[in-house]
């Protein structure tokens, strides 16, 4: 499925949380990243974020799609990351 | 349509750019808006968006999706801002 992921974390735990987004998916834009991931590898991540991050102040967002052709990306400006497998 | 928007601009705009999101879309997260816009709405919020930012340091993503169904949002954490119209 294609999986994109925000997040809004303290700056302390930054550089985690994009440590570990860069082991499943690519990243896009300052906080965004994206990609294919399988069932397994969403749940997998999903376990990793919530050892990651301070539940209680920190908040990320997983969007999954189960079709990537369902969803359309238009960039407005310049592109700073990765469009893999996605218009 | 469902559209989710993340933006990475410059911090002299980001005041320009959350008064805009905000006249079309919900705040979710810090530099992340989403709702529901008519075709129609999401030309008029591209074209706002382009006389805002600058095109050659400023980065907005627009995300569409045709059925809200289709796309999955799991909070991790902290909720932030508006969930509307979307599990």
């Keep these: ?7 809004d974390v303290s ?3 930054v550089n985690d949380i994009r440590k570990l ?9 300052n906080s965004v990243f994206e990609g ?6 969403m749940k997998e991540l999903e376990i ?3 050892k990651v991050i301070d539940k209680e102040t920190d908040s990320v967002i997983v ?3 189960n079709n990537a052709v369902w969803i ?3 960039i407005i400006g310049k592109e700073k990351g990765s469009t893999e497998n996605i218009i």
């Design 1 to 7: 499925m294609h999986v994109i992921v925000v997040y």
């Design 11 to 13: 700056i302390e735990r």
């Design 21 to 29: 987004l860069k082991k499943y998916l690519n990243w896009v834009q």
């Design 36 to 41: 294919e991931l399988t069932l397994g590898q």
């Design 48 to 50: 990793d974020l919530g």
């Design 63 to 65: 969007y999954s799609i």
């Design 72 to 74: 359309k990306k238009k």
